[in-house]
């Protein structure tokens, strides 16, 4: 794949892919992305993160290793142009903007759908706070396309309407003393639409930061997209 991902800048060797810098096309606006497919992967899972974060949050960053070394490709984006973010810094109205959110997301789907290498797979998508909002609206409006959604410590709250109308499994991983998020999940996991599961870590709080916490995120997300999206090739051929 090296040299056919359109505005890639450089590469870097992180584990069994390797990571590409990309711009990626969302509407009428280009956002930075981060981009890794290793061989033979059939899934694809698109990381949405929260407010005040970027592509660069180390928690999706692991994540999304964690997510390559079980055979899956990855892309984390940032959900803002630097203008945008520059903008926003006093107001922060785009960043909770859970409906702009998602029609970006979208929009990012739409341009992952139609690349030559990457629309041949199944596309999940991995959110985190807000971001696992916007998530969620964006599965419910492609709900032929998106094939798995999980929220790590979302606010899925924040999707109104929309939950009802979410039709892929979707994971909702939040810490067990993260109480008041715990709540929101509950609550959101009766009104969901689709297949769904509720996957409480023990003792961490909102930020997995607790010793083993994240790499139980890691875990149980690898698990679900796996089983959803399919396993790699060169797994599945394996005796």
Not at 120 to 137: C, E, I, K, P, Q
């Amino acid at each position: 794949m090296p040299g056919t991902i359109g505005g890639c800048e450089r590469e870097r060797r992180s584990d069994m892919a390797v990571e590409r810098e990309v711009e990626v096309v969302a509407g009428d606006v280009r956002l930075g992305g981060t981009l890794a497919v290793p061989e033979g992967a059939r899934g694809l899972v698109i990381f949405a993160h929260g407010s005040g974060s970027s592509r660069h949050s180390p928690r999706n960053r692991y994540v999304a290793y964690s997510l390559r070394m079980a055979g899956l490709g990855t892309l984390l984006f940032d959900l803002l142009t630097e203008e945008e973010e520059e903008e926003d810094e006093v107001t922060a109205a785009l960043r909770f903007d859970i409906d702009f959110l998602a029609r970006r997301l979208g929009e990012v789907t739409d341009w992952v759908l139609g690349h030559p290498e990457l629309g041949r797979m199944r596309v999940g998508y991995f959110g985190s706070s807000t971001g696992a909002a916007a998530a969620l609206v964006a599965a419910a409006e492609r709900p032929k396309t998106i094939a798995a959604v999980v929220s790590r410590g979302g606010r899925p709250d924040l999707a109104g309407g929309a939950l009802e109308r979410v039709v892929a499994p979707t994971l909702f991983i939040v810490g067990g003393a993260d109480d008041v998020v715990l709540e929101l999940n509950q609550r959101a996991m009766e009104r969901l639409g689709g297949p769904k599961e509720l996957e409480v870590i023990a003792g961490a709080t909102h930020l997995f930061e607790e010793r083993g916490a994240l790499e139980r995120v890691a875990e149980v997300a690898a698990g679900w997209f796996t089983r959803i999206l399919g396993v790699p090739q060169e797994l599945e051929t394996r005796p």
